[in-house]
């Protein structure tokens, strides 16, 4: 079983910065990639970015060229990395991992990322 803590959210204005960390612990060698979802209130979960232990990187169109996701495959530590913030990037932000791409199986309690005007 794989758990997942996630932490970095918090408020910052439009345009600034914030850096979310996710560390997996339990049975880390089951999992072949990680990434970040994001739920805004009235709205489904959306995927943000995900990234396997090969490197290989995935983005959502709205957050391409401003968020970058990155790995630490040893400590199975996932990084995100949100430049440029918009107010439409406000959601609660999920870690995820998973045995096989595409597949999540084991999530994070989320942490809450609100940009202001």
């Known amino acids: 079983q794989v758990q997942l803590a996630e932490s970095g959210g918090g408020l910052v204005q439009a345009g600034g910065s914030l850096r979310l960390s996710c560390a997996a612990s339990?049975?880390?060698?089951?999992?072949?990639?990680m990434g970040w979802s994001r739920q805004a209130p009235g709205k489904q979960r959306e995927l943000v970015a995900s990234i396997t232990s090969g490197g290989s990187t995935n983005y959502a169109n709205s957050v391409k060229g401003r968020f970058t996701v990155s790995l630490d495959n040893a400590k199975k530590t996932v990084y995100l990395q949100m430049n440029s913030l918009k107010l439409e990037d406000t959601a609660v932000y999920y870690c995820?991992?998973?045995?096989?791409?595409?597949?999540?199986?084991?999530w994070g309690q989320g942490t809450q990322v609100t940009v202001s005007s």
């Open positions: 339990g049975s880390i060698a089951s999992i072949y990639n």
């Open positions: 995820s991992a998973g045995p096989i791409p595409g597949l999540s199986t084991s």
